[in-house]
């Protein structure tokens, strides 16, 4: 089975600095790869997604991840972070091994910025 | 801008009381989904619905839930006989199509608290 790893559940970040945000992912076939931003009291909403095109894919809000296939890999990242990015960020795989649409979950970075 | 609309947002009821959680999922998406994400655990997948079938369902959807699209706007979850550990944020979320790549919309979650 899939499965999606976010190391850090916490990351605090400098107002300006560089985000980075770590997710790896278990797969024996080439994935499709989500992140999805959750800011507090609100939905999930879809940051980017990986989906075998482009390896570096840029998404709203200035984030962009690379996926790196040797690393198996999908880090999320920010040049400079805003106050606005406060929020809990969520990698996902998709379940491609049993033909479902079933997105799997990691367990979420929530990321502080401080001025 | 077409968005899941979740009703309650917040519901709290007694051990062993019965739950129903409401979603309109996006008007013209086929494909519709529970998940579930307990208070600082990973979001996790219930089940998904198409043409008025479940289409998948995780081990966690066991005979105490069951999902219904009674009116073709709404969909709704049924929780029976509730435990505290049913007690976390629900999420429905929506997609056009079956394909992986799909972007799923999620409303912004029914929050339920079993006393």
């Known amino acids: 089975a899939q499965s999606v790893t976010q190391l850090g559940s916490h990351v605090s970040v400098s107002e300006g600095a560089l985000v980075l945000l770590r997710c790896n992912y278990s797969?024996?076939?080439?994935?499709?790869l989500f992140w999805y931003v959750q800011y507090p009291n609100q939905g999930l909403q879809l940051l980017l997604k990986?989906?075998?095109?482009?390896?570096l894919v840029k998404g709203i809000n200035g984030f962009e991840a690379e996926f790196k296939k040797s690393e198996t890999s999908f880090h999320l990242t920010k040049p400079s972070a805003h106050m606005s990015d406060a929020a809990e960020y969520f990698c996902?795989?998709?379940?491609?091994?049993?033909?479902?649409?079933?997105?799997?979950f990691g367990t979420g970075t929530r990321l502080k910025v401080l001025a | 801008e077409p968005e899941v609309t979740q009703t309650p947002s917040h519901q709290v009821t007694q051990m062993g009381q019965e739950v129903i959680l409401r979603c309109v999922p996006i008007s013209n998406h086929l494909y519709f989904y529970w998940y579930r994400q307990i208070l600082g655990q990973k979001v996790e997948f219930l089940v998904s619905?198409?043409?008025?079938?479940?289409?998948?369902k995780s081990e966690i959807f066991d005979d105490q839930f069951s999902v219904e699209r009674p009116d073709g706007s709404n969909f709704t979850l049924k929780i029976r006989s509730t435990k505290l550990e049913d007690s976390a944020m629900y999420f429905c979320?929506?997609?056009?199509?079956?394909?992986?790549?799909?972007?799923?919309?999620f409303g912004e979650g029914s929050r339920l608290t079993v006393l």
């Open positions: 990986y989906t075998s095109a482009a390896t």
């Open positions: 996902a795989v998709s379940d491609l091994m049993s033909g479902t649409y079933k997105y799997i």
């Open positions: 979320a929506s997609s056009e199509t079956l394909m992986n790549t799909g972007e799923l919309f």
């Open positions: 797969s024996s076939v080439p994935p499709y």
């Open positions: 619905f198409y043409n008025n079938e479940i289409s998948e």
